[in-house]
């Protein structure tokens, strides 16, 4: 059975040992007071010397910046320079601040770790929060997402949030051409196109994304990934 001890020794071995990886653990298990236990000692450590968490307005106030978590300071309002420049070493962001932080880029601090809490927000690469944060990547050393079981409901969104981990080093810089490669479209209606794989390409696509992702289920069963034909899930 789950609990936060283990979770914490699974997720800190997962995070000491890659440098980009996305981490999938169940709704109710505590995974983001867990990160940020791991975060904390990563910076006592010195694997990193500055950690920005990139998420919701209402994640970043409730649960990044609780009384009970480690310090951390909230990028926004006229002051975002300033509270960048602090001298903190944890910082959070909504995105709609990464327009900002993309015009600023030379404000991250060196060393710096990124954590997107809920990749789902980045699954179109063509939003201009996706853009914003795919030109400033090259500025963390490491970079992780955080989320519950399923963070593909289809698997067309899949590009988008796995090239924030490895800049497109896995399934190619060109979502288009990724897309063209792997799937084929049904049409629905006049307004709608269903993707899905063409023949034999859900297992290359497997391989490719296989060791960039760490799935842990209820269980505590380690699986890096399961595609099916409509989506990535827990097993």
């Given amino acids: 059975m789950i609990t936060e001890n283990n979770l914490y020794d699974l997720m800190k071995d997962t995070m000491y040992e890659y440098k980009f990886q996305g981490i999938a653990a169940p709704i109710g298990t505590n995974k983001r007071v867990v990160m ?3 975060c904390d000692e990563m910076l006592a450590d010195g694997l990193v010397d500055h950690i920005l968490v990139v998420g919701h307005m209402h994640i970043i106030k409730y649960e990044w910046m609780s009384p009970s978590t480690i310090a951390s300071m909230y990028i926004h309002g006229q002051y975002k320079e300033k509270i960048l420049t ?10 709609e601040g990464l327009k900002w932080l993309h015009n600023n880029q030379h ?3 060196e060393r710096s770790m990124l954590i997107i809490d809920y990749p789902e927000l980045f699954k179109n690469p063509y939003y201009k929060r996706s ?3 795919r030109e400033i990547l090259n500025k963390f050393e490491r970079r992780y997402f955080i989320t519950s079981g399923v963070f593909a409901t289809e698997m067309i969104n899949l590009y988008g949030q796995i090239s924030l981990l490895d ?5 190619g810089k060109n979502f288009y051409q990724w897309r063209n ?11 709608y196109k269903k993707w899905v794989f063409r023949k034999n390409m859900i297992n290359t696509l497997y391989d490719n994304v296989d ?12 699986n890096m990934c399961k595609i099916t034909e409509d ?4 097993t």
């Fill in 181 to 191: 490669k792997y799937f084929t479209s049904i049409e629905m209606n006049q307004y």
């Fill in 36 to 38: 940020q236990n791991i």
């Fill in 86 to 95: 602090n001298g903190g070493t944890m910082h959070c962001i909504n995105p």
């Fill in 107 to 109: 404000l991250i601090p």
């Fill in 211 to 222: 060791d960039l992702v760490t799935v842990i289920d209820y269980d505590m069963n380690i």
């Fill in 231 to 234: 989506w990535l899930s827990i």
């Fill in 131 to 133: 853009q914003y944060l």
């Fill in 167 to 171: 800049m497109g080093e896995s399934l």
